[in-house]
């Protein structure tokens, strides 16, 4: 076991990890803690959202060290369509929207919601201005 | 109006802007790109136009409302563009600036598995850059460059977070030329559903 960053989606958080490789293999809590997805009888979950572990992939997925039970959450994020880069130096991983987040935009009219901080930090969101044309500038610094 | 400044360095660096425009609006910070990306602004400026229903009307329009040349220090309005957003106001629905679904999924088309891919690249750049490991943060950005080479936004934001001449062996010119970018702004389009 060996220290490292896992930045998931917003979430950042050390961990123990066990780092093979580009493969990063968890303790059942630390899965939970770093990444909010529990395994359970019925798959890998996650608020109402229960992934089944396919037969075929369970031992890449799952696996007994000194440790107890590990979990690979690289393999994870193969068999849910998430992108995600790893820098070996410093041990720092990060994992991006699962599949069915970022394939399902063009679902809809209505412009995504969003929440962001102003200046001050206070936060504002995009369906708290509803009710007024809205025009909606990108810009930056650079 | 709402403006979203994209910035990983927050608001030590949007604050001498906003503050010289007086802005008078919501003036937010994207730090980490993640609207950015929701709404497909691949470069910036990017404007977005949502109706009272909080649908969207018109996506991702190149523009400044004024440029000024700097040679000659000369501003000038952007008066058309200017004339289709109060088109809009005045007239809301019937304005013929609006676009329909398909105009606007054009315009912020399907994400793909190398889009991202190039996300992911970027985002841990930026995260080894902002924590002292500018030089091993090019890796990941050099990655996500070449994944979605037409992504202006990941390059410009990386390129400000070292030296593009010492780390990228570019000039901003010359990649402004890359056929593999692809144009640095779309020409402005300001057809509606037709």
């Known amino acids: 076991m060996a220290a490292a960053t896992v930045l998931y989606q917003e979430r950042e958080a050390e961990a123990e990890v066990s780092a093979q490789g580009a493969e990063l293999w968890l303790t059942l809590p630390a899965l939970t803690e770093l990444s909010g997805w529990e395994l359970k009888p019925e798959g890998v979950c996650k608020d109402e959202t229960c992934v089944p572990v396919p037969a075929a992939r369970r031992a890449a997925l799952i696996g007994t060290e000194a440790s107890g039970t590990v979990f690979n959450l690289t393999e994870f994020a193969r068999l849910i369509q998430q992108p995600f880069a790893h820098d070996e130096a410093h041990a720092v991983w990060y994992f991006g929207p699962a599949g069915w987040e970022w394939k399902d935009r063009m679902s809809s009219r209505q412009a995504p919601d969003f929440e962001l901080p102003d200046l001050a930090g206070r936060m504002h969101s995009l369906s708290e201005l509803r009710g007024r044309k809205l025009f909606l500038l990108f810009w930056a610094s650079w | 109006m709402v403006t979203i400044a994209c910035d990983a360095k927050g ?64 501003v000038t309005l952007n008066t058309e563009y200017l004339d289709a957003v109060r088109d809009w106001v005045a007239k809301g629905p019937q304005s013929k600036y609006l676009m329909d679904q398909e105009r606007i999924n054009a315009r912020r088309p399907a994400l793909d598995a190398d889009d991202v891919a190039a996300a992911a690249e970027f985002h841990l750049g930026t995260y080894l850059a902002l924590h002292g490991h500018a030089a091993d943060a090019l890796v990941h950005f050099k990655r996500a460059h070449a994944l979605r080479p037409d992504n202006w936004t990941y390059k410009r934001q990386a390129w400000s977070l070292g030296d593009i001449e010492r780390d990228y062996g570019t000039t901003f010119q010359e990649a402004l030329k890359d056929p593999e970018s692809g144009p640095f702004y779309p020409p402005l389009d300001l057809a509606g559903h037709g």
């Not at chain 2, 010289?20 to 404007?47: C, F, G, M, W």
């Open chain 2, 11 to 74: 608001r030590a660096a949007a604050e001498p802007f906003t503050t010289a425009a007086h802005q008078q609006h919501p003036s937010l910070i994207d730090e980490k790109l993640t609207v950015a990306e929701l709404y497909d602004a691949r470069n910036v400026p990017a404007a977005f136009w949502i109706d009272e229903e909080g649908r969207m009307v018109r996506a991702n329009d190149p523009i400044y409302a004024q440029r000024r040349n700097r040679e000659t220090g000369e």
